[in-house]
């Protein structure tokens, strides 16, 4: 079963816009960690935030995490056309097995 | 360093038989674990392998089974295939070096069609 839900299910973007993607989850977590699959390739990984951090910067990505409400977010600035994928985050417990929430759609247009 | 690599990319299969997947971890990595990906259940995990140990496993049949070899490599094994079984297979690497920081590395998957 999966973790918990994704908002929204699909985003449709103008190319140089910003894409905010939301996730919720439902138990105790080590880390948090977002990936993206281009049509149903593998997961290629795009940043872990520990349990302890607030938010996190890789490049044009920015993650943020709040344990009180179990909830994270990947803001994607300045979108590009080959940012065009599915967004999945992951939760990790002591276990490390990861559980996936249901994933966005983005899709950014030239 | 070369990524996690899985053979075959594709089977396809017929109700009842029974199919071998193979993955070789990022080298280093001790820790494999395998996902299934199907259109309706999403993302799950089937199993977590370290030093040959099943470590932990998720809710699937007994018909999935998997096992881990002295060099990392690991093969997963489904029996009796069923219909529904049809999904793309993606097994993950990591260091399992610390449990707040490991990242799994995922490699192309296997899409594994049963007719």
């Known amino acids: 079963s999966q973790q918990g839900e994704e908002d929204p299910q699909a985003l449709s973007i103008q190319e140089g816009e910003n894409a905010t993607m939301n996730c919720s989850y439902k138990t105790s977590i080590n880390n948090l960690q977002w990936y993206r699959q281009n049509s149903g390739r593998g997961l290629v990984h795009l940043i872990l935030i520990r349990s302890n951090e607030r938010e996190k910067h890789s490049g044009r990505l920015r993650v943020t995490l709040d344990t009180s409400k179990k909830s994270s977010s990947l803001l994607i600035t300045a979108s590009r056309a080959a940012d065009t994928a599915s967004y999945f985050c992951?939760?990790?417990?002591?276990?490390?097995?990861?559980?996936f929430g249901s994933g966005t759609q983005l899709t950014v247009l030239p | 360093k070369a990524g996690v690599t899985q053979t075959p990319r594709y089977l396809i299969k017929t109700r009842g038989q029974q199919v071998t997947l193979s993955c070789s971890p990022i080298?280093?990595?001790?820790?494999v674990s395998w996902y299934q990906q199907t259109p309706g259940q999403g993302l799950q995990f089937l199993f977590e392998?370290?030093?040959?140990?099943?470590?932990n496993k998720g809710n699937f049949p007994g018909r999935f089974s998997g096992r881990q070899f002295s060099n990392s490599r690991s093969e997963m094994n489904v029996s009796t295939l069923e219909l529904g079984d049809s999904a793309l297979y993606l097994c993950?690497?990591?260091?399992?070096?610390?449990?707040?920081?490991?990242?799994?590395?995922f490699g192309p998957g296997t899409r594994l069609t049963v007719l």
């Open positions: 080298s280093g990595h001790r820790s």
């Open positions: 992951a939760t990790a417990g002591s276990a490390r097995q990861l559980t």
């Open positions: 993950a690497s990591s260091p399992y070096v610390d449990s707040r920081t490991d990242t799994q590395y």
């Open positions: 392998y370290f030093s040959e140990t099943q470590r």
